[in-house]
């Protein structure tokens, strides 16, 4: 196909106080060099690390633009000299540390993040290093394959690669959110018993629908983690996929069993508190800290998701052009699964 020099782009621009959301034309296209490849971008999603950087709460340095979003899909275009991973026609998502392949992270793997150290997948073309795409299952859309490469391979991060769920396990997911819902679809596709808290009851209606074997709404029992207790017959969670921060550490410490593995993956709540260490060490209990995860750990989650046929649970999908209210319904909070834009 031939390549137009310019296209549509989504930039954050700096204010006084975060950055507002700014739709330019003409942006340039950069031929892919050695080793990259450029991709027609499908779709996009948004997770709430995008909410924080546009609000300026979430760090990405002294950076006064930046295209916005790590998650992204589409089909590649071109290549440049030396590329041998893809070819032109491949559907391929983006990978959310670009430089981070296999193995433990790096000092390297920080700086090469989408929509955050580097620009993001908000745009109509993207040229980026065959090292940080994957190949998207035959079974999904753009759009289901834009939904994975953050809250997917974290909430896979949490309870697989680093979790080693098993079969049978009492998993502990906070919330509806894109990492949680994820978590859910996992947990139940491995045969492992997920419970879920939400604030809101049709939501956790939903949840049951998708394999929760129980539910606890958290405003109405504040004490989740003893009702967790209760509900597993004083079992306890042996995998926690840890959202909240602060505000939820203390009930997901409360509701860990033995031997049991909590992944500390976000702070929607903040970030701090204490560690009772006499606690976990008596229950033989651990606490993982987790950002995302590898390129293999996504090649692993998308072999997952082929042989258990399973598909992102979308809550909506929005036009490219509506991309300012794709971040408003963001903000609200009252998504059940993934938002996406479909460019």
Not at 197 to 203: G, I, L, V, W
Request: some cysteine; hydrophobic content about 40%; proline content about 6%.
């Amino acid at each position: 196909m031939s390549i137009p020099k310019s296209q549509l782009q989504y930039q954050l621009v700096r204010q006084p106080k975060g950055f507002s959301l700014q739709l330019r034309e003409g942006a340039p296209i950069l031929p892919p060099g050695p080793n990259e490849a450029l991709v027609q971008v499908r779709a996009s999603s948004l997770n709430r690390r995008d909410i924080g950087i546009q609000k300026g709460v979430y760090p990405v340095g002294p950076r006064e633009t930046l295209v916005p979003l790590s998650d992204g899909a589409g089909e590649v275009v071109a290549v440049g000299p030396g590329t041998t991973r893809v070819k032109p026609g491949d559907r391929v998502a983006a990978t959310f540390f670009q430089s981070w392949a296999a193995g433990r992270p790096t000092a390297k793997t920080g700086p090469s993040a989408l929509g955050g150290a580097l620009d993001g997948m908000l745009a109509q073309y993207v040229t980026l290093a065959e090292e940080g795409l994957v190949q998207v299952p035959a079974h999904l859309s753009f759009e289901d394959a834009a939904a994975l490469p953050c809250a997917a391979v974290t909430a896979w991060s949490g309870l697989v690669a680093r979790g080693r769920m098993q079969a049978g396990d009492i998993v502990l997911l906070q919330g509806t959110g894109g990492v949680s819902v994820f978590g859910l679809q996992l947990a139940a596709a491995a045969g492992a018993k997920p419970y879920i808290t939400s604030s809101s009851d049709e939501k956790l209606a939903r949840a049951r629908t998708l394999g929760a074997v129980g539910t606890i709404n958290y405003k109405a029992t504040p004490e989740w983690g003893k009702a967790l207790l209760e509900l597993t017959g004083g079992v306890g969670s042996h995998q926690t996929l840890e959202v909240g921060g602060s505000g939820t550490l203390a009930q997901s410490l409360a509701a860990v069993g033995q031997g049991g593995h909590i992944a500390l993956i976000g702070g929607l709540s903040g970030f701090g508190g204490d560690i009772p260490a006499g606690s976990l060490v008596g229950r033989n209990a651990s606490v993982t800290g987790i950002t995302v995860g590898s390129r293999a750990d996504f090649e692993a989650l998308n072999a997952f998701l082929a042989k258990h046929s399973i598909r992102p649970v979308i809550d909506r999908v929005f036009a490219f052009a509506e991309a300012d209210d794709a971040y408003a319904y963001m903000d609200t909070g009252s998504h059940f699964g993934k938002i996406v834009i479909r460019h």
